[in-house]
């Protein structure tokens, strides 16, 4: 049974500092791209970072780089978003997702999700 549960959202004030984890289980996690997403009420989801299977590539959305850090741990199957210098647009239910391509196949897999709130 897949899952992966986040954890480590809460309630900030501005410009402090939180650190999500999401915990997989139920597949081969080293083979996955993982991303973070977030979404706010009334708002699509968006893609805040990935960190690729194999090397470990990062990639970040403009709003969050140099604020935000993806990283991974392939021996706890587990990723972290260290999310510093919060503020109050950050405010969102954040999504752990993971994603496999081999050739035409695709699986992906979703978080249930943890709510960041930042006041200002």
């Known amino acids: 049974q897949v899952q992966l549960v986040e954890s480590g959202g809460g309630l900030v004030q501005s410009g402090g500092s939180l650190r999500l984890s999401c915990a997989a289980s139920?597949?081969?996690?080293?083979?996955?791209?993982m991303s973070w997403y977030r979404q706010a009420p009334g708002k699509e989801r968006e893609l805040v970072a990935v960190i690729t299977s194999a090397v470990g590539s990062t990639n970040y959305a403009d709003f969050v780089k140099g604020r935000f850090t993806i990283s991974r741990d392939n021996a706890k199957n587990t990723v972290h978003l260290q999310m510093n210098s919060l503020k109050p647009e950050d405010t969102a239910v954040y999504y752990c997702y993971a994603k496999r391509v081999v050739g035409l196949f695709r699986d992906d897999y979703w978080g249930q999700g943890t709510q960041v709130t930042v006041s200002s």
């Open positions: 139920g597949f081969t996690f080293s083979n996955y791209a």
